[in-house]
């Protein structure tokens, strides 16, 4: 078990608020020794900025200013040579909320269980309230749903949006 948390602490990537700012600060403990990384971010769609980070002891630490109206943040840094820290080309994804303050870590795997719970529903007849809301959530997320274009990542969205716009005109949305 403590294997397994030293592996949680010392690789990826960790994202909080900073305090008394709507503001993200974003950790970065790199996986192999490097003294610069290049942080991609993007709160909606296929637009990204980007910062260049230098260690600082430890760390990697970059502020990014936070829109107050984003929803979701993607993230996926760079390494001078070459290598893409993406969480295997899935980005690290959160969920967020400005006020009341909220960020919560996702992927799409969660997003293609919540859309299968809402088939299994509406295959079933029994409760398709409830996947009539849970349709309408994925809907909301895959419209902002952050992508790095002409990626495998993009191609899924797409595939899960599809898969949304089926259901939904199944239960005539």
């Known amino acids: 078990m403590n294997l397994f948390l030293a592996m949680i602490v010392f690789c990826g990537l960790d994202v909080y608020f900073l305090k008394d700012s709507p ?13 610069q990384l290049t942080l991609k971010y993007s709160f909606s769609g296929d637009m990204w900025g980007s910062m260049v980070v230098q260690k600082q002891g430890q760390f990697f630490d970059a502020k ?3 829109p107050l109206d984003a929803r979701i943040v993607g993230l996926y840094v760079v390494y001078d040579d070459g290598k893409v820290d993406d969480k295997e ?3 690290y994804l959160y969920e967020l909320s400005i006020y009341p303050r909220m960020l ?18 509406i295959a079933s007849k ?29 191609t899924r969205k797409n595939m899960l949006q599809e898969e949304v716009n089926r259901l939904k005109v199944l239960v005539g949305r």
Do not use: C, N
Not at 23 to 35: A, F, K, S, T
Not at 137 to 143: A, E, F, K, N
Not at 146 to 153: A, L, R
């Open 64 to 66: 990014i200013r936070t």
């Open 89 to 91: 080309g899935q980005l």
């Open 104 to 121: 919560m870590p996702f992927s799409v795997a969660d997003l293609e269980v919540v859309i299968a719970q809402a088939d299994k529903k």
């Open 23 to 35: 503001d993200l600060l974003v950790r970065m403990i790199p996986e192999h020794g490097v003294e």
């Open 126 to 154: 029994t409760h398709v309230d409830e996947a009539i809301t849970l349709l309408g959530y994925v809907d909301g997320i895959l419209s902002v749903l952050p992508v790095v274009p002409d990626s495998p990542g993009e």
